[in-house]
T-cell receptor, first 114, second 112 residues
Framework: EAGVTQFPSHSVIEKGQTVTLRCDPISGHDNLYWYRRVMGKEIKFLLHFVKESKQDESGMPNNRFLAERTGGTYSTLKVQPAELEDSGVYFC????????????FGPGTRLLVL | GESVGLHLPTLSVQEGDNSIINCAYSNSASDYFIWYKQESGKGPQFIIDIRSNMDKRQGQRVTVLLNKTVKHLSLQIAATQPGDSAVYFCAEMSGSNYKLTFGKGTLLTVNP
């Protein structure tokens, strides 16, 4: 079974530019989560999809971040315009059942905003 | 690596020794406590979880202890191996809240 995949693995952009991160969850997993760890901080929840619907986006830091999951398969997280403090590692996770403790994480996208 | 700049607590052990990694949590309403292992360049990987109505749970070479009185969680790794070297995170989840709330993490280094 393929795991959660994320693309790109690394991204270096300049402040003010736009970046789009992609996550492909495990096939059949309706639940998809985005988390991030900025430098010096803990891993923080950003949002949760069930299929194509946003169940909770309370962790999204501001309106520069837009997440989508059209068709309920893969998801994208767009940052526009990127700021220096957005640098960090963005993780995607998926699970079969809502609230299931075993969320399967992808390898993350390492974003550096210069 | 990703641990740089995080000022993580560190634990260094000799191969074959037992390791104990500790975590303090804040939300007494959490229903589940989970340990994740993160190796360099990879995402967190589920190790073991424990429900809040339990105080101990054992897996293969790992044991999780929960002390709700002092809001303390620990992960014990028996006969630690070089492959156990990683950052270990504790996380909380409540039944009504699927979000994982992570702790800071501990960097475990196993010396051969």
């Amino acid at each position: 079974e393929a795991g959660v995949t994320q693309f790109p693995s690394h991204s270096v952009i300049e402040k003010g530019q736009t970046v789009t991160l992609r996550c492909d969850p495990i096939s059949g997993h309706d639940n998809l989560y985005w988390y991030r760890r900025v430098m010096g901080k803990e891993i923080k929840f950003l949002l949760h999809f069930v299929k194509e619907s946003k169940q909770d986006e309370s962790g999204m830091p501001n309106n520069r971040f837009l997440a989508e999951r059209t068709g309920g398969t893969y998801s994208t997280l767009k940052v526009q315009p990127a700021e220096l403090e957005d640098s960090g590692v963005y993780f995607c996770a998926s699970s079969q059942d809502r609230g299931r403790r075993n969320q399967y994480f992808g390898p993350g996208t390492r974003l550096l905003v210069l | 690596g990703e641990s740089v700049g995080l000022h993580l607590p560190t634990l260094s052990v000799q191969e074959g020794d037992n390791s104990i990694i500790n975590c303090a949590y804040s939300n007494s309403a959490s229903d589940y406590f989970i340990w994740y292992k993160q190796e360099s360049g990879k995402g967190p990987q589920f190790i073991i979880d424990i429900r809040s109505n339990m105080d101990k749970r054992q897996g293969q070479r790992v044991t999780v202890l929960l002390n709700k009185t002092v809001k303390h969680l620990s992960l014990q790794i028996a006969a630690t191996q070089p492959g156990d070297s990683a950052v270990y995170f504790c996380a909380e989840m409540s039944g009504s809240n699927y979000k994982l709330t992570f702790g800071k993490g501990t960097l475990l280094t196993v010396n051969p």
